[in-house]
């Protein structure tokens, strides 16, 4: 019986190490994803080729079992979940949740960072290695995921053909293959030409010992020949313990959030965040129109004749 393990692990461990789940949230995905894929095996179907009305019919059976509002709304947000990954993994072309209610909470805001936080990760990733290499290796990778707004994964396989020539702006490969160009700021093409020197010395060290030279730009002597999201993701907890912030709060997928809103918050077109995040729908970019609404709601509270006429009256 095929219930779709794989995929839901991969789906588990892309969650864990680009959007910074926590262990709960996690086993609670499993737990929802195995059962719907359990209902799928007894149909014959895999999980990740259901349609709606597959979907609508799953749900229907969990009300005919019993289970409250509550657990069917998990279950399909966990289904949710599960198809925007499908997605952005190519898997398909089409998302078959899209359209199915499940009288699901307001959408939290995405955990971010203040510029400040941002300065002291950058800080951190420039003294915190153990070596010269390590330090000019940490500082790019922090400035580069800073400047872009890469996904983790994204930013691990670059190539280093794409860093190459002092770029001002650098092809990134993102979900389902698909490509866009993101600028880089002057601070993380200074960062990445020093590293570049440093990379490079050490593959022609390597060349000299009779191993191949990597064609990414941060290699790595693992399976996949690169840094991995993982690895990534336990540095940036450490950075973080040693900036003084909250590790929990801490993981690439909160870097990426941070330039989106710090791009939004300073006047960039919403428009352009979606090309530069390399979300599908603008619809996914507009979670961070909240930045705007705070923006505007101190404005009106710091300029406008009534907001001072209420503050002089207390």
């Known amino acids: 019986m095929n219930l779709d393990l794989s995929d839901i692990a991969l789906f588990l461990e892309t969650k864990a190490a680009e959007a910074g789940a926590a262990e709960n949230t996690l086993s609670a995905y499993a737990r929802d994803l195995k059962d719907v894929s359990s209902w799928c095996?007894?149909?014959?179907?895999s999980l990740k080729a259901l349609k709606r009305e597959d979907i609508e019919n799953y749900l229907i059976d969990l009300?005919?079992?019993?289970?409250?509002?509550?657990?069917?709304s998990r279950r399909?947000?966990?289904?949710?979940?599960?198809?925007?990954?499908c997605v952005e993994e190519g898997w398909r072309s089409d998302n078959p949740s899209l359209k199915i209610r499940g009288g699901f909470k307001t959408k939290k805001l995405p955990k971010t960072l203040s510029l400040e936080e941002v300065d002291h990760l950058l800080e951190v990733a420039m003294w915190s290695g153990n070596t010269v290499q390590e330090r000019l290796r940490d500082t790019c990778l922090m400035n580069l995921l800073y400047?872009?707004?890469m996904r983790v994964s994204e930013l691990m396989a670059l190539p280093v053909s794409a860093a190459r020539g002092n770029p001002?702006?650098?092809?990134?490969?993102?979900?389902?293959s698909k490509?866009?160009?993101?600028p880089l700021s002057q601070p993380a093409r200074s960062a990445l030409a020093d590293w570049l020197v440093e990379r490079d010395l050490k593959e022609e060290q390597s060349l000299k010992s009779g191993r191949s030279i990597s064609p990414f730009l941060f290699p790595s002597s693992g399976r996949f020949g690169h840094l991995t999201r993982h690895w990534f993701?336990?540095?940036?907890k450490h950075w973080a313990l040693l900036a003084g912030i909250d590790k929990n709060t801490i993981s690439p997928h909160t870097v990426r959030h941070a330039f989106a809103s710090h791009l939004l918050a300073n006047g960039a077109d919403l428009r352009v965040i979606q090309t530069l995040l390399g979300h599908a729908d603008v619809a996914t970019t507009e979670i961070y129109t909240h930045v705007l609404n705070e923006k505007l709601q101190s404005l009106v509270e710091d300029h406008h004749p009534l907001a001072r006429s209420n503050e002089a009256a207390d």
Do not use: D
């Not at 095996?41 to 179907?45: D, M, P």
């Not at 993701?233 to 940036?236: A, C, T």
């Open 41 to 45: 095996a007894l149909r014959s179907v």
């Open 179 to 182: 490509e866009r160009l993101v």
């Open 76 to 85: 399909l947000s966990a289904i949710k979940q599960f198809f925007q990954f």
């Open 168 to 176: 001002s702006l650098i092809l990134v490969k993102g979900k389902g």
């Open 147 to 149: 400047a872009t707004g």
């Open 233 to 236: 993701y336990n540095k940036l």
């Open 63 to 72: 009300g005919n079992e019993g289970l409250s509002p509550a657990t069917k």
